[in-house]
């Protein structure tokens, strides 16, 4: 299964429709991110079935690859935990196999079959959904012609609401199994990996997108391209700027262009003076879920020198910026990794923030002041 990028308007009709107006956002003056559909194209000729996962820091571009994707492959069955509503076990369950029996073993129209199947899931309990789920799956991949493929994309698979099902089960109760031909890919942020929440037995393989800059920055230039045609060295600056952030440059974007003078120089400008409110917004979700219920001192502390510093800093380096225990420090760093950028600098796992002007903007809260 190759990919060929949407030339034509696109559709979203195969979609449930509460995934429609995100897909048609997401696909939006989409640029480039060829190295991820290869892999992933490479990754469903090489193996029978399995996970593929792309993972990423915020704001990344993870969400517009997959909407590109489902878009471009429309037999393929689509999820989002991240819109609203959308993040429990149970939503999960009846929108997947819904559309796995629409799209898949419903050709024929509604047959007692079908109408028996769509019964049981409107009835399915959460604790229930592992074996329905498999059921379908199997179902379904005994049916599949030569060389037919079934894909489950999942979005946003960090967004979960983990009370909604029980602490020992696979998040959204994906198979440990997989049928022939069968697979999921998979979008998240940075996890750690033995708080992964997915016990497979199949082939896997993860593309984190921080493992490749040159191709993100192109792909970021290609981006502001679209809205700067005619200021090359502006856009140069821009992709410097905006760190590979599609998030941050499809917000700031609109605002620049409206204002853009000729010959502007964006070391100079006032353009980027204030956040438009979108992605304050976005900020403040972020902020939110690092907080949770309040921040320990520690916490507090660990905060504070992320702000203040522009470099990776080291566990050790931290906790003697603080005079507090590594242990302390590893565990705050830990609770917000999705948040953060880890390098090795030095022969030294650093952290920082994940983007200067989610930086920026934390350094203006109240709390750390």
């Not at 509460?18 to 990754?43: D, M, P, Y």
């Not at 997989?178 to 940075?190: K, M, N, Q, S």
Request: aromatic share 10%; net charge negative.
């Amino acid at each position: 299964m190759n990919y060929s990028p949407l030339s034509t308007p696109i559709s979203t009709a195969a979609y449930p429709p509460e995934f429609q107006q995100l897909l048609r956002e997401k696909t939006e003056n989409f640029a480039g991110r060829n190295f991820v559909f290869s892999a992933i194209s490479n990754f469903l000729n090489s193996h029978s079935h399995g996970y593929f996962t792309i993972v990423g820091t915020p704001g990344c571009g993870k969400s517009s690859i997959l909407a590109e994707y489902v878009t471009a492959h429309p037999r393929s069955i689509y999820y989002n935990a991240g819109v609203e509503g959308k993040n429990r076990a149970e939503d999960f369950l009846a929108s997947v196999c819904t559309q796995l029996i629409d799209k898949y073993l419903a050709a024929n129209g509604e047959t007692s079959e079908i109408l028996k199947l769509k019964s049981q899931i409107k009835n399915l309990e959460s604790d229930d959904g592992n074996w329905f789920l498999s059921l379908l799956l199997q179902k379904i991949s005994d049916k599949l012609a030569d060389r037919q493929k079934l894909i489950i994309v999942i979005d946003t698979l960090d967004a979960i609401a983990l009370t909604s099902q029980p602490p020992s089960t696979n998040l959204f109760y994906l198979p440990r199994y997989l049928c022939d031909r069968t697979y999921f890919i998979l979008a998240r942020r940075p996890f750690l990996r033995e708080k992964s929440g997915l016990l497979i037995e199949a082939p896997s393989q993860t593309l984190d997108l921080r493992d490749y800059p040159a191709q993100n920055r192109q792909d970021a230039l290609n981006y502001i391209q679209k809205y700067l045609s005619n200021a090359p060295e502006f856009c140069q600056q821009l992709a410097t700027l905006g760190e590979n952030n599609f998030m941050y440059l499809s917000h700031m974007l609109p605002a620049i262009t409206e204002n853009l003078q000729p010959d502007a120089n964006l070391a100079e400008s006032s353009l980027l003076s204030e956040l438009p409110s979108g992605l304050a917004a976005y900020y403040q979700n972020h902020w939110l879920r690092m907080k949770g219920d309040g921040l320990s001192a520690v916490e507090l502390s660990v905060l504070n020198v992320l702000v203040e510093s522009t470099a990776g800093l080291s566990v050790s380096a931290i906790s003697e910026i603080i005079d507090e225990d590594e242990y302390e420090v590893e565990k705050a760093l830990d609770n917000w990794i999705e948040f953060l950028n880890k390098q090795k600098i030095g022969g030294e796992i650093c952290y920082s923030l994940y983007h200067a002007s989610f930086r920026d903007w934390l350094g203006k809260l109240s709390i750390l002041e």
